[in-house]
């Protein structure tokens, strides 16, 4: 930017500087923008192409490199409105079955890992199992009065999978959470039940006192759910 303003100086007259230069610093400006502009446009697409393949990996088993490359160039094929290099008729039928396939051995093998996850947390020292299956483990005991069933609470809280993936969180919302507790999953109902104000608690919902069957959002049907839970309020 300084060579052109030397430039601009040398080639005209003073009262007309100012007019020239600024032409430059706003098609520069605007330039930016637009850089910008796309950075963020690509940043946002790839997060999306990033969810999806998230979701292809929940549902399909893909084994090797190969693998993706065949899956993600027959994508961008179909993307670029390209003709497809295959006979697509043709392989509908192996497509439905892999799918099918897939999502049995995937549901064992989810199926496997919540059940082992369930065992070995309710072994934990200090871990308390309520009647409806639901496991709670305080880390601070609060203090107080714990809610009854029809009880107005404010809580905190963090929800992932057994593997981690986090779903929900009021802690990165920075909002507090208010709810009754006739008004949420059974789990919740029951184990925030056994806490007091001031406390914190890891909550493992069985799939059945969460959301069952159901996918919602980023759950997958018939998931675990493992809650970090802080009471801050209740009321009568």
Not at 24 to 50: H, T, W
Not at 157 to 165: A, E, N, P, Q, S
Request: a positive charge; glycine letters at 6%.
């Amino acid at each position: 930017m300084k060579k052109i303003m030397i430039l601009a100086l040398l080639a005209a007259p003073v009262l007309s500087f100012a007019q020239e230069a600024a032409q430059p610093a706003d098609a520069a400006s605007e330039q930016a923008a637009a850089v910008q502009d796309i950075a963020e446009r690509n940043k946002m697409l790839y997060s999306l192409g990033f969810l999806l393949g998230d979701n292809l990996k929940r549902q399909l088993i893909l084994d090797n490199e190969d693998d993706y490359k065949a899956l993600s160039q027959g994508m961008r094929d179909s993307l670029l409105n390209k003709k497809s290099q295959t006979d697509l008729d043709k392989y509908k039928p192996a497509i439905i079955q892999k799918y099918k396939d897939d999502a049995a051995l995937i549901t064992a093998k989810r199926e496997a890992a919540q059940k082992e996850y369930l065992e070995n947390f309710k072994k934990e020292k200090g871990v308390k199992t309520l009647d409806n299956g639901a496991m709670i483990k305080l880390s601070r005991a609060g203090k107080g009065k714990a809610p009854k069933a029809d009880a107005t609470v404010k809580v905190h809280y963090t929800g992932t999978l057994i593997d981690g993936t986090k779903f929900d969180s009021s802690r990165d919302r920075e909002e507090a959470f208010e709810t009754r507790l006739t008004d949420v999953i059974p789990c919740w109902t029951k184990a925030l039940q056994q806490m007091k104000p001031g406390s914190r608690a890891k909550v493992v919902c069985p799939a059945d006192t969460a959301y069952g069957n159901r996918p919602v959002g980023q759950i997958p049907a018939n998931s675990v759910l493992v809650f970090d839970i802080e009471m801050l309020t209740q009321e009568k």
